[in-house]
């Protein structure tokens, strides 16, 4: 099977609309990706790595994602840029609902749910609520720095490769009261102390990261993009290391103007 013959069947099993048969083949699919005999070309070795620490269902989920991201219909084409991203921001929660209906792990009315299994909000961001879960946070992830959901699952994968020690695995799909698609995530929690902005960006020149623009915290490789790196973000834990628990993390494409040499893609070859 080459690119393009993989392609075609996940295309197939979007259309057939997740028979037991196609349920089977994602599977299949998801196994090779995590064993690596399927590499996605979009990720090094070692992101593709983080997006297998995501769990199966992240796995599965980009690739839905990145097959809807293939498309493009003809009317398309005359859309802005913003206007097409939003087109296939939408087809891609769509796929990804459907199959996550199949499968089981679709939350409706996030919010009440998490409340109800969880209990007490514990905190919110511009785009995640956060959920005390004992050992565990649970994040429901929203779509408002991203738009299309590949590029939020590609954070999940980036942030598992660069700050293992927070991993985050993906639980589910939803959608709020509002009908905005959710990513429903398990972090580990981590008691500690936060630390300084000098500290912060003494620790991520030390992994190869320059400081692009202390005001809003951003860091950069030609590989990677970085931001939100404050202090309310990263935490001492009782052992001395740092942990990021949460960022805005990226694969750096010229696009974004911070020196990235990056190109997005969703090839994929057998080895």
């Known amino acids: 099977m080459n690119n393009a013959d993989f392609w ?19 599977n299949s699919y998801a196994e090779q990706f995590i064993s690596g005999r399927i590499v996605y070309q979009r990720f090094s070795s070692r992101e593709q790595h983080g997006c297998a620490a995501g769990g199966e269902t992240n796995v599965i989920a980009s690739i839905l994602a990145a097959a809807e991201d293939r498309t493009d219909s003809d009317a398309a084409k005359t859309l802005s840029e913003y206007q097409r991203e939003c087109q296939q921001g939408a087809k891609q929660e769509t796929v990804i609902e459907q199959w996550a209906k199949a499968v089981g792990c ?24 956060v959920y005390d879960h004992g050992a565990t946070l649970i994040k429901s992830i929203g779509l408002d720095y991203f ?37 429903i995530c398990e972090q580990s ?4 102390k936060h630390v300084s902005d000098e500290e912060i960006s003494d620790y991520m020149q030390h992994m190869g990261f320059e ?37 805005d993390i990226r694969i750096n494409t010229p696009e974004l103007r911070q020196g990235g040499t990056r190109k997005l893609t969703t090839d994929i070859k057998f080895v």
Request: charged letters at 20%; hydrophobic letters at 40%; glycine letters at 10%.
């Open 189 to 192: 929690f981590i008691a500690g």
């Open 147 to 183: 738009i299309k959901p590949i590029f939020a699952l590609d954070r999940i994968a980036l942030h598992n490769a660069y700050f293992p020690e927070t991993c985050l695995t993906v639980l589910g799909f939803g959608r709020d009261a509002n009908g905005e698609f959710k990513i």
């Open 211 to 247: 400081l692009k623009n202390p005001h809003n915290w951003t860091y950069a490789t030609p590989d990677i993009y970085l931001s939100d790196m404050h202090d309310e973000n990263v935490i001492r834990s009782s052992t001395g290391a740092f942990c990021v628990v949460d960022c």
């Open 8 to 26: 075609g069947s996940v295309s197939n099993i979007i259309s057939e609309g997740f028979t037991p048969e196609g349920l089977q083949k994602l």
């Open 106 to 129: 679709w939350i409706d009315s996030v919010e009440d749910s998490l409340h109800n299994v969880l209990g007490e909000q514990i905190a919110e961001g511009g785009e995640a609520k």
